[in-house]
């Protein structure tokens, strides 16, 4: 004598139900894309546009000459601060326009850095604004000093 089985409504609502609970947890899963790490830090400072990635030339990157960072913390947790210099930053926030950037503009501008192990750091610029072409930087010497004859000494 075969059974019947009873399939209405409940019976099918229960089925999904469990399949949900048993699949949730699986989403997500093996993508770090999906949920992004905190950062271990994010910096503000400012300075030039230097580079920016050309089609033509595959050799190229989004590079900002920026300001020294006094506060910068390496991978162990020291502060070992980062002098002024050119930096590349191979990944911009999406809602960044970098090809409405130009070379020399001055901007200021925030980075997240996480480290991936204490010796490699992986950069996002995360706000950027570009400030009005009059701004100096200290990494900057100002025209008239250029312009200034040597002092002699010598009397």
């Not at 399949?19 to 894309?33: D, F, K, Q, R, V």
């Not at 999406?94 to 090809?99: A, F, L, R």
Request: net charge negative; aromatic share 8%; glycine share 8%.
């Amino acid at each position: 004598m075969m059974k019947n089985s009873q399939k209405g409504p409940l019976s099918v609502a229960g089925l999904v139900i469990a399949a949900t609970a048993l699949l949730l947890p699986l989403t997500g899963c093996g993508s770090e894309e999906a949920q992004p790490a905190e950062p271990d830090a994010s910096y503000t400072t400012q300075g030039r546009v230097a580079m920016k990635k050309t089609p033509d030339s595959p050799a190229s990157e989004f590079q900002i000459f920026h300001e020294s960072i006094p506060n910068f913390v390496n991978g162990q947790g020291e502060v070992i601060g980062m002098n002024a210099h050119q930096m590349s930053f191979p990944r911009v926030a999406e809602d960044i326009d970098v090809d409405s950037l130009e070379i020399g503009q001055p901007v200021r501008f925030t980075f997240d850095v996480t480290w991936t192990d204490p010796t490699t750091p992986v950069w996002i610029v995360t706000e950027l604004e570009v400030l009005p072409a009059e701004t100096t930087f200290a990494f900057e010497t100002p025209a008239e000093e250029e312009a200034k004859p040597p002092v002699d000494a010598g009397g």
